[in-house]
């Protein structure tokens, strides 16, 4: 998807600083809710950022379901990192790793995370492309590479899902 404020930059770098200014914030906030963490949050935008650049070309700029996609797959990355290093902790210390989120003492947020954590992961990929990053079905389906009308199916099962697992619990839904 081209975008014109793009296009009539000056230079490369301008072009660039442009599109880096329009979507760093949404980027950020989507590995944020991936991650939970605002500091590898930041360490995968400049990640995503610096692929962009490596990438860039300004009369073919990245539009901002490529660069969610790109920190989809960095985030997961972290993820990944992080449950084998906390595995091999655990193995070695012979011990249960605490839960860090527990002294949060916000029990809705609690409530929320653990029933994400609870969905289909193609569950959690739409309510967090939908909420926290706050992308339209039409850019959701870019990013995931499907039609719109399969984002909004998704999106409602989800959101269905999501509400029996929050009543479950006990939780209040509002």
């Known amino acids: 998807m081209k975008d014109a404020r ?4 000056a230079s490369r770098e ?6 880096f200014e329009t979507h760093y914030t949404r ?12 500091t590898a949050a930041e360490d995968v935008a400049s990640e995503v ?19 969610i996609r790109t920190a989809m797959n960095r985030s997961h990355d972290v993820v990944r990192s992080r449950y084998r290093r906390s595995a091999a902790v655990a193995v070695l210390s012979h011990t249960r790793e605490d839960d860090a989120e527990s002294a949060l003492g916000d029990l809705e947020r609690l409530a929320v995370h653990e029933a994400m954590q609870k969905l289909a992961p193609k569950d959690r990929q739409v309510l967090e492309l939908t909420y926290w990053t706050q992308l339209s079905a039409g850019e959701i389906a870019q990013v995931l590479k499907m039609r719109e009308a399969a984002v909004w199916t998704r999106l409602h099962r ?9 009543v479950d619990e006990g939780a209040e839904v509002r």
Not at 6 to 9: E, Q, S
Not at 158 to 166: D, K, P, Q, T, W
């Open 158 to 166: 989800a959101r269905s899902r999501m509400r029996e697992l929050l």
């Open 14 to 19: 301008e072009a660039f600083r442009v599109m």
């Open 27 to 38: 980027v950020v906030r989507y590995a944020e809710s991936v991650l939970g963490d605002a």
């Open 6 to 9: 793009f296009l009539t930059a």
């Open 49 to 67: 950022f610096k692929i962009a650049w490596q990438k860039f070309d300004p009369q073919d700029p990245f539009g901002l379901p490529w660069l």
